[in-house]
C-alpha cells in the first residue's frame, strides 16, 4: 500500500476567499526581512516572476534574481497559478500544490539571501500574471518560455505569449 505523507507547508501570512468561502490564493512571505533589502510588494522596484515547477521557471527565477541582486532596493515577487479547484480541492490542496511547484525557485532565492513573497493563487494563468503585476504596481514581469503543460509549449509557450501581448509594464521571457 501507497501511502503519501503530506507535504509540510508552513502556515500563510494571507489568505484569500471568494464569495462561496472557497480559498482562492494564500501568500508566504520568506521570514523578516533584511531592512537593507526590505520585502515590501509594491514600488517600481518589484519583479513579479511567475513559476510553475518548470525548468525554464526555474531559469525565469535565476535570472530574475541576478538581475534584483544588482539593483538597490528592487524584490522578487512570486506568483504561482493553479487552474480552478473545488471548494475541498482548494482547502486541503491549493498551497500544497504551489509550494511544491515553487520550492527550487524558495531554495534559489534563499541561497542568494534574497527575500521573496509567494502568492499561490488559482485562475486563467496569464490574466492572473497580468492583473497581479498591476495591482502591485511590477514594473517587470519574468516568465519562462514554456512551462509544464502541453498547450503550453506548442509555441513559444501560451502563457508567455498572452502575458508579452497583455501586459502594459515590460516582460522578460527567459529561455
Not at 510588494?41 to 516572476?49: H, Q
Request: glycine letters at 8%; aromatic letters at 4%.
Amino acid at each position: 500500500m501507497n501511502v503519501t505523507k503530506p507535504m509540510d507547508v508552513p502556515p500563510p501570512t494571507s489568505m484569500e476567499r471568494d464569495d462561496d468561502d472557497r480559498v482562492i490564493s494564500v501568500t508566504f512571505d520568506s521570514g523578516p526581512s533584511d531592512p537593507s533589502h526590505p520585502l515590501s510588494t509594491t514600488g517600481k522596484n518589484l519583479w513579479l516572476v511567475a513559476i510553475d515547477g518548470s525548468e525554464h521557471a526555474q531559469r525565469a527565477v535565476a535570472d530574475a534574481a541576478d538581475l534584483v541582486g544588482e539593483i538597490s532596493g528592487a524584490r522578487i515577487y512570486l506568483l504561482n497559478v493553479q487552474p480552478w479547484l473545488s471548494k475541498e480541492a482548494a482547502e486541503s490542496g491549493l498551497a500544497e500544490r504551489g509550494w511544491l511547484a515553487s520550492a527550487q525557485a524558495r531554495a534559489l532565492l534563499a541561497a542568494k539571501g534574497l527575500p521573496w513573497r509567494l502568492k499561490i493563487a488559482m485562475g486563467q494563468t496569464a490574466e492572473h500574471i497580468v492583473a497581479s503585476a498591476q495591482r502591485l504596481g511590477c514594473h517587470h514581469i519574468v516568465i519562462g518560455s514554456r512551462g509544464l503543460g502541453a498547450a503550453e509549449n506548442l509555441l513559444i509557450g501560451s502563457v508567455a505569449y498572452k502575458v508579452i501581448h497583455l501586459s502594459p509594464v515590460s516582460v522578460l521571457v527567459v529561455r
